[in-house]
């Protein structure tokens, strides 16, 4: 069974209510599988918008697609896989 739904609270509450992908506040955040399924430290927040944008690509392969079929600078894809790097080391809340 998923662990997800249970600890989707404190992954959106570490990522400060907001979308780690593109740094937004999010209404309805989603909580969004960066590497592997229901591992806590592989999970970030993301708005619906970017969830659907980045689908099942790992964020190395989401940023290349941002680059390439977006028009982003390799700097804007570097700060990305930062963003989402220093979430990933954050501790979940209690």
Do not use: Q
Not at 30 to 37: G, M, T
Not at 46 to 58: E, F, G, P, Q, V
């Amino acid at each position: 069974m998923s662990s997800t739904p249970r600890i989707a609270p404190r992954i959106v509450e570490r990522d400060d209510y907001a979308c780690v992908y593109f740094c937004r506040s999010v209404d309805d955040p989603r909580v969004e599988l960066s590497v592997d399924p229901d591992v806590a430290t592989n999970l970030v927040t993301a708005c619906a918008r970017c969830n659907s944008l980045k689908r099942h690509m790992d964020v190395d392969v989401f940023t290349l697609y941002l680059r390439r079929g977006h028009g982003w600078t390799a700097e804007e894809a570097r700060d990305l896989k930062r963003r989402v790097r220093n979430a990933l080391r954050r501790k979940l809340p209690e």
